[in-house]
């Protein structure tokens, strides 16, 4: 279906195509097999696929935000703690991670480590902008991010897409205010 496509791909008749299973239903001419490229769980079994470190569980993918296409956002933990998780999933000369890259034609990948604690997390998944301070607020799922004024497009991203899938991954909503706006609110 059009809504499992990657929008920039294009398939005719007779391609060849990779994908995630995500239903098989029972129709009067022979199965249907819903195929999907743009899901989250087929970028998950890629890196089980290419990266030993997943597949034999020492890596755990924690979550996975896509703008299927255009980029994603892969949160991982080590349970070891002699394994990097993000080296791992690179691999030499970034090996691996291009495999999966090349997979999706070019969409982007963010590699951020998981961390139990929702701040750590935050600035982990909004990396690279530099983080001034985060305020959380646990019951609404909230964090306010205060950044430096020079770092507030490199938070947000292009189309606010960084915020989106860090948002997103995270499973919290996330505003993104500058030190300067910042002072203006909370100075007067």
């Not at 990097?84 to 690179?90: E, L, R, T």
């Not at 306010?144 to 004024?149: A, C, F, L, R, Y």
Request: charged share 30%; hydrophobic share 35%.
């Amino acid at each position: 279906p059009q809504d499992e496509q990657i929008p920039t791909e294009h398939y005719k008749r007779g391609d060849r195509v990779d994908g995630y299973i995500i239903d098989v239903k029972k129709e009067g001419r022979g199965p249907q097999i819903i195929l999907s490229r743009s899901h989250p769980a087929y970028m998950e079994a890629l890196f089980k696929r290419e990266v030993p470190e997943v597949s034999d569980g020492t890596i755990k993918i924690m979550g996975i935000a896509r703008d299927p296409g255009v980029r994603a956002k892969v949160a991982l933990y080590s349970k070891d703690r002699d394994v990097d998780p993000i080296g791992a999933c690179v691999g030499v000369r970034g090996s691996r991670i291009n495999k999966i890259i090349q997979e999706f034609k070019g969409e982007k990948i963010d590699l951020v480590v998981w961390s139990p604690n929702i701040t750590t997390y935050a600035v982990n998944a909004l990396a690279p902008a530099r983080i001034s301070s985060i305020t959380v607020d646990e019951d609404e799922k909230n964090l306010e991010v205060v950044v430096p004024d020079n770092q507030y497009y490199l938070a947000v991203g292009k189309r606010g897409q960084n915020v989106k899938l860090a948002s997103k991954l995270l499973g919290w909503n996330i505003d993104i205010i500058t030190e300067s706006r910042y002072g203006e609110i909370y100075q007067n």
